[in-house]
């Protein structure tokens, strides 16, 4: 079988991981995902806590092919699979054969964060595809010393910077990499700065935006520390070990030896110096999860193959073994994505001593955030509309909804046509951008754990029902609609006051 070949099969086998799971199980819409959908509602050139290309390209989605859970989950497994082809012909372009792209293929197959990555419609799977892309492209040009690379290099950063800003770290990484390696020669000609003009260019449009929005997403960045507080260097460097499979721990040690010993050619030197740059950005910064690293972890999956093959080039048995042991890894499949009905998940993962697990510090019942974070929306809007068309058709018109978090607002943006509700407002976020829309202060439903001090903001406060979801995460679990009237104070005095950027 040629390696094009090889790689393609790999392809399949990771979209068809994705499509079964989107097709047969994928549990409920994510939290996220909600939110996303609100913001494609509201096409702008920047949001609060992310640039807008998964917004633009969710849009896309939902207008051409619908907004069902397969269709919004039909791009990330498309994006995520075909990250494979630039990553595997990053292995070829560096000697690697049939044994080299076998294992580097299947270690981001059963790597559970990027299994969880393209399993649902987030930024994250198109970083995949771009990330992958970029070092592919550094290593041609490391390889053909082809200027025109930088200009193909400068349009691909700058569509990542314009989906997610974490590529600002890879850019510093580069250009450590230009300076401490033989590639410094690129600085002395006008290549470089060509490239960085133009990604500064393409993501020029998310500056402006900041610029004209008081600088949100700094306040934003800034904001994160705490809801992470709980995650520390440790619990970084430890999480390595499940996001990315503990059958793939011998495939990255083998690359850390790949690039301080075998890369004698230091062809991929600049790469490594590339992860070790971000590697310490993130664990500078003490509250990084573990999944910041995720994007640019498969360089060591890149070196690991490579080092295996060579090392087991007259005893292929034990590159067998290895990949068989990488195949087994699938075990950690059902912990990544849901192909499992959620009563035999959590039965599953009770009898192999697997407790749910999150990284913001709430509490949780039987599924870990990210499971629980697929349940209790659609029951939510539900009923939130059961109360709303109770109310006259006089008091729908100056009713407005309100949401104490972007979960629950984007459950009545996402649900509005079904259940015949107004677009929700709220002050997490870009909800607090878009701000009160036409509420005029005379009556609002409100979502909440509890109404707590906002009671005190309005003449009368009318408990309306309460919303029991299985399975959601606890604070998601029996909520309390409320029906407030009469604001007593004007909306724009009180909007600046419910700002909450977290």
């Given at each position: 079988m040629k390696i094009k070949h090889l790689i393609l099969l790999f392809?399949?086998?990771k979209l068809l991981i994705h499509l079964y799971t989107n097709a047969f199980s994928g549990y409920g819409i994510f939290r996220d995902e909600l939110y996303l959908y609100a913001c494609s509602l509201r096409p702008d050139i920047g949001y609060v806590d992310q640039p807008p290309l998964s917004v633009w390209v969710i849009k896309l989605i939902t207008q051409s092919i619908g907004k069902s859970?397969?269709?919004?989950?039909?791009?990330?497994?498309?994006f995520g699979s075909m990250a494979l082809i630039p990553l595997g012909l990053?292995?070829?372009?560096?000697?690697g054969r049939h044994i080299a792209v076998s294992i580097v293929s299947l270690a981001f197959i059963i790597s559970p964060i990027y299994l969880a990555y393209c399993g649902y419609y987030?930024?994250?799977?198109?970083?995949?595809?771009?990330?992958?892309?970029?070092?592919?492209l550094l290593i041609r040009l490391k390889i053909t010393q082809q200027p025109g690379i930088w200009i193909v290099l400068g349009v691909l950063m700058g569509i990542a910077l314009l989906n997610k800003i974490g590529m600002l770290w890879f850019g510093l990484g580069l250009l450590i990499s230009l300076l401490l390696t033989n590639d410094r020669h690129w600085l002395t000609t006008k290549w470089p700065y060509i490239a960085g003009t133009i990604a500064v260019l393409i993501f020029s449009p998310y500056i402006?935006?900041?610029?004209?929005?008081?600088?949100?997403?700094?306040?934003?960045?800034?904001?994160?520390?705490?809801?992470?507080?709980?995650?520390?260097?440790?619990?970084?460097?430890?999480?390595?070990?499940?996001?990315?499979?503990?059958?793939?721990?011998?495939?990255?040690?083998?690359?850390?030896?790949?690039?301080?010993?075998?890369?004698?050619?230091?062809?991929a030197l600049s790469l490594f110096i590339i992860f070790l740059t971000i590697l310490s950005i993130l664990l500078i910064n003490g509250n990084s999860k573990p999944e910041y690293l995720a994007p640019i972890f498969v360089i060591l999956f890149l070196g690991g193959g490579l080092a295996i093959e060579s090392w087991t080039s007259n005893k292929k048995w034990i590159a067998y073994l290895i990949i068989t042991n990488q195949v087994l890894g699938l075990v950690v499949v059902p912990f990544a994505i849901p192909v499992?009905?959620?009563?035999?998940?959590?039965?599953?993962?009770?009898?192999?001593?697997?407790?749910?697990?999150?990284?913001?510090?709430?509490?949780?019942?039987?599924?870990?955030?990210f499971y629980a974070d697929m349940f209790g929306w659609e029951n939510q809007a539900k009923s939130i509309a059961k109360?709303?068309?109770?109310?006259?058709?006089?008091?729908?018109?100056?009713?407005?909804?309100?949401?104490?978090?972007?979960g629950r607002s984007g459950a009545v943006d996402y649900y509005a046509d079904k259940y015949k509700?107004?677009?929700?407002?709220?002050?997490?976020?870009?909800?607090?951008?878009?701000?009160?829309?036409?509420?005029?202060?005379?009556?609002?439903?409100l979502l909440s754990n509890d109404i707590g001090d906002k009671a005190e903001l309005f003449d009368e406060v009318i408990e309306m029902g309460i919303v029991h979801s299985k399975f959601a995460i606890p604070y998601e679990n029996n909520l309390k609609i409320y029906l407030c009237k009469n604001l007593k104070q004007p909306v724009d005095e009180l909007w600046p006051k419910l700002k909450s950027f977290n």
């Open positions: 392809v399949l086998i859970l397969f269709a919004m989950r039909l791009a990330p497994a498309i990053s292995v070829k372009s560096l000697g987030s930024m994250n799977s198109i970083d995949l595809l771009l990330w992958n892309s970029i070092i592919y402006l935006w900041n610029a004209t929005h008081g600088w949100a997403t700094l306040e934003f960045l800034g904001s994160t520390g705490a809801k992470y507080s709980s995650q520390s260097q440790i619990t970084f460097l430890s999480g390595q070990l499940l996001i990315n499979n503990p059958s793939n721990i011998i495939i990255w040690f083998a690359g850390l030896v790949f690039y301080i010993i075998l890369d004698k050619k230091r062809q499992l009905p959620v009563e035999k998940y959590i039965a599953f993962s009770k009898a192999i001593g697997m407790t749910p697990s999150t990284a913001e510090g709430h509490e949780l019942n039987e599924l870990p955030q109360v709303y068309h109770n109310l006259s058709k006089e008091d729908q018109a100056k009713c407005a909804i309100f949401g104490d978090n972007y509700l107004p677009l929700s407002i709220g002050g997490h976020n870009n909800y607090w951008i878009w701000g009160p829309g036409n509420y005029d202060g005379k009556l609002l439903l």
